[in-house]
């Protein structure tokens, strides 16, 4: 079936620092899937990160970057260096132009250190 | 940016009475779902709702389960009898007319107790 596979967190790591959070995805009934990121801080609703809906196109937003490989059938989510404000749930997502639905991963919790 | 508002926060229930989750979705949205999250779990579709009808729904959505929006006011998302197993965090999400319809945008979820 449709599904999406993240790094289990809580992920930590210090300000300044780089971070990937991986994200793999299985789109058996979806053709051309639309993969997203979305960020949930702490007391606020989920929200859309960034989006790509073409295969081998990069997504960014505040300084975060996700590529779509349909090769390896990746979308993993990196950014240069955290601040202390990115901490959050970060949940990967796949979507489709044909279904009015999006399927989530479980959300991987980041704590970045002052 | 655009906020969908759900009510209550927090609902605590005994079992087999019914429930009624509330959302204000953005005004000018016309695409309207429901997610379950239950704790330590991924957040898992279960309907999506649109000009008055129900398009899709999961196997999540039981017969106990019934969603509605009458007269553009809130969408609801009702639940009778409840069940234990209902017991989760419950988020609804809009979606504009225009553009990518899996852009969703979600509110801060309502936790629903059934005790």
């Known amino acids: 079936g449709d599904s999406v596979t993240q790094t289990e967190g809580p992920v930590t790591v210090s300000e300044s620092e780089s971070l990937i959070i991986n994200c793999t995805y299985s789109a058996t009934s979806i053709a051309y899937p639309n993969l997203f990121w979305y960020v949930r801080y702490p007391g606020e609703g989920l929200q859309l990160l960034l989006k790509?809906?073409?295969?081998?196109q990069k997504g960014s937003s505040r300084g975060f970057e996700a590529t779509y490989n349909k090769e390896t059938t990746s979308f993993h989510l990196q950014k240069a260096s955290v601040q202390e404000s990115d901490s959050a749930v970060y949940y990967c997502a796949l979507g489709s132009t044909n279904a009015y639905k999006v399927i989530f991963g479980k959300g991987t919790h980041l704590h970045v250190l002052p | 940016g655009p906020k969908v508002l759900q009510i209550p926060s927090h609902q605590i229930i005994d079992m087999g009475q019914m429930v009624t989750l509330n959302c204000d979705p953005v005004?000018?949205?016309?695409?309207f779902y429901w997610y379950k999250q239950i704790l330590g779990q991924q957040m898992e579709f279960l309907v999506n709702f649109y000009n008055g009808k129900v398009m899709e729904k999961s196997k999540l959505f039981k017969d106990q389960f019934s969603v509605e929006r009458p007269d553009g006011s809130y969408f609801t998302l009702k639940i009778q009898p409840t069940a234990l197993e209902d017991s989760a965090v419950y988020f609804c999400?809009?979606?504009?007319?225009?553009?990518?319809?899996?852009?969703?945008?979600f509110g801060p979820g309502t936790r629903l107790t059934v005790l």
């Open positions: 999400a809009s979606s504009p007319p225009t553009g990518s319809y899996a852009e969703q945008f």
């Open positions: 005004s000018n949205h016309l695409y």
């Open positions: 790509v809906i073409t295969a081998g």
